[in-house]
């Protein structure tokens, strides 16, 4: 019995052992574009990359994006060609190595911008990857993340105010996925974006009290001002949207305003 137990588990060993040798190292390069923007890498903290096999779920690689946000004259001003590659020396990417022993649905996820969390989107795609096939030229395996990545500046956190009425000054920072900047005019226009608060006071939605932010005169700052008739918990809900792509994103901050 003892020798029939030993027998089992060396050839579950072998075939295991044959299983990892079987194993070709496959080479994969991601890039994760802002949509309507540069390469997020880390400036922004980078992004996470997750490789899975689709139909099980398993792990097979995982990385964070690191590098430059690229350059912005061939990704923003050059007209694209079939076959045209965005990224050049220094663009940020990851560089992966995926076992494979046959031929394999992958899940490929993004995750990110990792610094701006409160701003962060998930993109993901599926690809057939083949043992021994890298997918590491050119631009590599290109995914892009919308949204817009905004972060409340003030009020700081459950900051408090005494007397009514009172006016609250908020400022926020906003800019694309890779941290590119906004501005009047600029290559990110800003007057082409709506930024405003949402706000509740007391946990009950009060779009009356609602109000816009405007540039502030420095770049990717916008102001406004939150108007609060009467005490209690405001929570207000920044977002900043871009009205020719629906790039959006939001953050949150609260304001205790007391009576006299």
Not at 41 to 63: H, K, N, P
Not at 86 to 115: C, F, Q, W, Y
Not at 128 to 148: N, R
Not at 225 to 244: H, I, N, R, S
């Amino acid at each position: 019995m003892l020798r029939k137990t030993s027998s089992l588990i060396l050839l579950a060993l072998l075939c295991a052992s044959t299983s990892l040798l079987a194993a070709t190292p496959t080479h994969l390069t991601v890039r994760v574009l802002s949509k309507d923007a540069k390469f997020v890498g880390t400036s922004m903290g980078g992004v996470e990359v997750l490789v899975r096999d689709a139909e099980t779920g398993e792990l097979l690689a995982q990385g964070v994006t690191s590098g430059s946000t690229g350059d912005t004259a061939r990704i923003m001003r050059t007209d694209r060609q079939r076959g045209m590659t965005l990224s050049t020396e220094g663009s940020a990417k990851v560089d992966l190595v995926v076992d494979l022993d046959e031929p394999t649905l992958v899940e490929i996820s993004a995750r990110g911008p990792l610094a701006q969390r409160q701003s962060a989107q998930r993109v993901s795609l599926t690809q057939w990857m083949l043992p021994g096939k890298d997918v590491d030229t050119g631009d590599g395996l290109l995914l892009e993340l919308p949204g817009t990545v905004v972060d409340v500046l003030a009020p700081a956190t459950h900051s408090a105010v005494t007397g009514v009425p009172a006016e609250v000054s908020v400022e926020v920072n906003v800019t694309m996925m890779c941290g590119c900047p906004l501005s009047p005019g600029g290559l990110w226009d800003s007057n082409g974006f709506e930024i405003r608060a949402l706000v509740s006071l007391d946990g009950e939605r009060r779009a009356d009290l609602d109000f816009d932010l405007a540039y502030a005169g420095t770049v990717s700052r916008f102001a406004g001002t939150l108007k609060a008739p009467e005490p209690g918990a405001y929570d207000l809900t920044v977002y900043a949207f871009q009205k020719a792509t629906g790039n959006t994103g939001l953050d949150r901050a609260t304001v205790i305003v007391v009576g006299e």
